[in-house]
């Protein structure tokens, strides 16, 4: 079943979706793969728990993410989860910390599991409908740069240039599966930031067009 997204782009919108949600998760989304990589972690929760997200775009959705911070009083970080009870907050998690172990507790305490009783999620069907569009993945810009790889439009260290800033820039909310297939071509892309030296030759990590080509077809 495809988990409830609901975008909150105002302080009332956010103050509506916690009103109707007794249960239910605030969910911060930044600029850069962190998001990616947490949204990937919560996701895998969303599959088999009843938990309603509010989702904020923290640069386009300021106002919101502000709001929600001076109502709990939790320093705003991006990614974060906010885990809300009667519009209580319960549990919050920033960052590289958003992790299967931290959330597995939480879930377990005050989510339900899909078809426990769980009030009926509330609000705008429209509202529902552009969260899930704005939440739809695309690898298309990674395919077009690995087809450009591989028709040798690109050497090697070009390759690896674009696609580690494509993915470090890349706060798309993708599932975990998904994270894993794009991050695990070159690693964690922080260690890179420092320059393409840390990474090494891109060759080191076994031939670049084959394992190009085999990430080209999981996708």
């Known amino acids: 079943m495809t988990p409830v997204l609901v975008p909150l782009t105002t302080p009332d919108e956010v ?16 600029t850069c793969h ?7 972690v919560l996701e895998t929760f969303l599959k088999d728990h009843e938990l309603p997200i509010g989702f904020i775009r923290v ?10 911070a001076a109502r709990t009083g939790i320093l705003h970080q991006s990614p974060q989860l906010i885990v809300f009870k009667d519009g209580e907050p319960v549990f919050d998690v920033d960052n ?21 009783a769980q009030p009926a999620v509330a609000g705008n069907p429209a509202a529902t409908t552009a969260a899930a569009s704005a939440a739809t993945s695309t690898v298309e810009p ?24 494509m993915f470090r820039d890349d706060a798309t909310l993708r599932s975990q599966n998904e994270f ?19 990474l090494g030759a891109p060759q080191e990590r076994g031939d670049l067009k084959q394992r190009v080509q085999e990430l080209l077809s999981a996708l």
């Open 59 to 68: 640069v386009d959705w300021r106002p919101a993410s502000n709001h929600v």
């Open 15 to 30: 103050e509506t979706f916690l009103a109707e949600n007794p249960i239910s998760g605030v969910f911060k989304a930044g």
């Open 96 to 116: 590289w910390d958003i992790t299967a172990d931290a959330l597995e507790p939480v879930f377990e305490k005050f989510v339900p599991a899909r078809g426990e």
């Open 180 to 198: 894993e297939l794009l991050s695990n071509l070159f690693g964690d892309p922080d260690a890179y930031h420092g320059g393409l030296h840390q």
């Open 34 to 40: 962190k998001t990616m990589q947490g949204f990937g």
């Open 142 to 165: 990674y395919k077009q740069l690995m087809r450009a790889f591989l028709s040798g439009e690109l050497p090697d260290w070009a390759f690896q240039d674009r696609y580690i800033n």
